[in-house]
C-alpha cells in the first residue's frame, strides 16, 4: 500500500471549506486585551521628554519678537558682532579746498585727526558735516601738499636720507656738493650768500653732534607765495604751515631740512626770515633764531650786500632789532672769552 494517497478535490461546492475564512483570524476580545496590553507596556518603557534648556526656550520665543536672543544655531538674516574682533570700517573721506584757485585735496579724517587744527575743524568750527569740506583759501596748495604727505608718510618730498659713510644727514634728490671751510665774498657775486656749513646750521636739538654738514642747492629750495607775492624758502613755508596746524614734529623736520640748503641769495634769506617773523608767534625760539645765527655767521657777506642795506633802512619788521640783539650778544660773548684768556695786570 502506498505510504501517501491522492487526494481528490471534490467538486461540490456544498462539501468545499473556504479557504479564505478559515486562515483569516477573528478578532476576539482577547485579542484586543492583549494588543492594548502591548501599547501600555511600550508607552511605560519609553523615556518621558527632556524639557528644552531656558537659553533655548527663550531664543525659540523671543525670534518672534523684535528683539531677538542668539540661539546657538546660525540665523543667517541676523549677523550679531563679535566683540572680540574690531570694527574696519574706514574713515570718512574729508574734501579740502586749497589756495585761492581752488585746488582740491581728499584725505582721510583719522588721518587729518593728527592735527589739532583739523580735528577742531572737522569737529564744527568751519566744517560742514553734510558735505564733509574744509575750505583753505589762503594755504598754498604745494605747501598743504607737503603737509598731507607728512600726516601720511612721516616725512615730505625730499626725504631726510641718512648718508652712513660720511655720517651725514643729506636730501634725496639733491645734488650734492663738497663741505665749505668757510664763507668766501670774492667768490659770490651779486649779494649773494655763500653755501658755507654754517650758513644753514642743523636744528639746535640735533643729538648728531658729529655729523658733517654737506652743501646742497635744491632746485626746489623755493616756492612762490602768492599772500606776498614773492619766492620764499620752501622750509620756512612749511614750517610756519606746521606752526598754524600745531604739528611740532614737522615743524623740527622742516627746520633740519632748511639747515641743509646752501648757495641761497641774499635777497631771498631776508625775504624768507621776514615771512618767518610775520607767521610765527614771538615766543618762536627756532626759526627765528635759526635766522638771527645765519645772518651774524655770515655776516661779511651780509655787510656787503646792498640788499641788506636796502631792506635795513626800509625797516618795518622785528627782525633787524633782534638782529642787533643778538650781534651785541655775539660780541660780548666775544669779548668775556678774550678776557678770560687774557692775564690781568695790576
Not at 582721510?108 to 564744527?124: I, M, N, T, W, Y
Not at 626725504?159 to 671751510?181: F, I, M, Y
Given at each position: 500500500m502506498s505510504l501517501f494517497k491522492r487526494t481528490f478535490r471534490s467538486q461540490d461546492p456544498s462539501v468545499r471549506v473556504d479557504k479564505s475564512s478559515r486562515l483569516k483570524k477573528s478578532s476576539s476580545i482577547r485579542d484586543q486585551q492583549k494588543l492594548s496590553k502591548m501599547h501600555r507596556s511600550a508607552a511605560e518603557d519609553q523615556p518621558a521628554p527632556m524639557a528644552p534648556p531656558p537659553a533655548v526656550a527663550a531664543s525659540a520665543?523671543?525670534?518672534?519678537?523684535?528683539?531677538?536672543?542668539?540661539?546657538?544655531?546660525?540665523?543667517?538674516?541676523?549677523?550679531?558682532?563679535?566683540?572680540?574682533?574690531?570694527?574696519?570700517?574706514?574713515?570718512?573721506?574729508?574734501?579740502?579746498?586749497?589756495?585761492?584757485?581752488?585746488?582740491?585735496?581728499?584725505?582721510?579724517?583719522?588721518?587729518?585727526?593728527?592735527?589739532?587744527?583739523?580735528?577742531?575743524?572737522?569737529?564744527?568750527?568751519?566744517?560742514?558735516?553734510?558735505?564733509?569740506?574744509?575750505?583753505?583759501p589762503d594755504e598754498e596748495p604745494e605747501v598743504f601738499s607737503a603737509v598731507l604727505e607728512y600726516l601720511?608718510?612721516?616725512?615730505?618730498?625730499?626725504?631726510?636720507?641718512?648718508?652712513?659713510?660720511?655720517?651725514?644727514?643729506?636730501?634725496?634728490?639733491?645734488?650734492?656738493?663738497?663741505?665749505?671751510?668757510?664763507?668766501?665774498?670774492?667768490?659770490?657775486?651779486?649779494?649773494?650768500?655763500?653755501?658755507?656749513?654754517?650758513?644753514?646750521?642743523?636744528?639746535?636739538?640735533?643729538?648728531?653732534?658729529?655729523a658733517t654738514t654737506t652743501s646742497t642747492t635744491g632746485s626746489d629750495a623755493t616756492i612762490f607765495v602768492a599772500g606776498c607775492g614773492q619766492h620764499i624758502l620752501r622750509d620756512t613755508v612749511i614750517y610756519c604751515a606746521a606752526e598754524r596746524y600745531g604739528l611740532e614734529e614737522l615743524k623740527r623736520l622742516a627746520l633740519r631740512k632748511q639747515g641743509l640748503q646752501s648757495g641761497v641769495d641774499v635777497g631771498t634769506i631776508l625775504r624768507s626770515a621776514q615771512y618767518a617773523y610775520a607767521h610765527t608767534p614771538d615766543s618762536d625760539s627756532r626759526l627765528r633764531a635759526h635766522y638771527l645765527a645765519l645772518i651774524i655767521r655770515c655776516r661779511k657777506t651780509f655787510k656787503r650786500s646792498g640788499t641788506m642795506q636796502t631792506e635795513m633802512e626800509h625797516g618795518g619788521s622785528k627782525l633787524f632789532f633782534d638782529l642787533f640783539v643778538a650781534m651785541c650778544n655775539h660780541l660780548d660773548d666775544v669779548i668775556d672769552h678774550s678776557n678770560a684768556r687774557t692775564p690781568k695786570t695790576v
Open positions: 520665543s523671543a525670534t518672534r519678537g523684535p528683539a531677538p536672543v542668539p540661539s546657538k544655531h546660525h540665523n543667517h538674516n541676523h549677523h550679531s558682532p563679535s566683540p572680540a574682533k574690531p570694527s574696519v570700517a574706514p574713515s570718512p573721506i574729508v574734501t579740502l579746498t586749497v589756495g585761492r584757485e581752488g585746488r582740491l585735496f581728499a584725505a582721510h579724517e583719522d588721518v587729518l585727526f593728527q592735527s589739532p587744527f583739523f580735528e577742531a575743524a572737522c569737529r564744527g568750527q568751519f566744517f560742514e558735516s553734510q558735505s564733509k569740506r574744509i575750505a583753505l601720511y608718510k612721516g616725512d615730505y618730498y625730499p626725504r631726510l636720507v641718512h648718508n652712513r659713510h660720511r655720517n651725514s644727514w643729506e636730501l634725496e634728490d639733491a645734488v650734492k656738493g663738497t663741505p665749505q671751510s668757510s664763507p668766501n665774498p670774492d667768490n659770490y657775486r651779486g649779494g649773494r650768500a655763500p653755501p658755507a656749513p654754517g650758513a644753514y646750521p642743523p636744528t639746535p636739538k640735533s643729538t648728531n653732534t658729529t
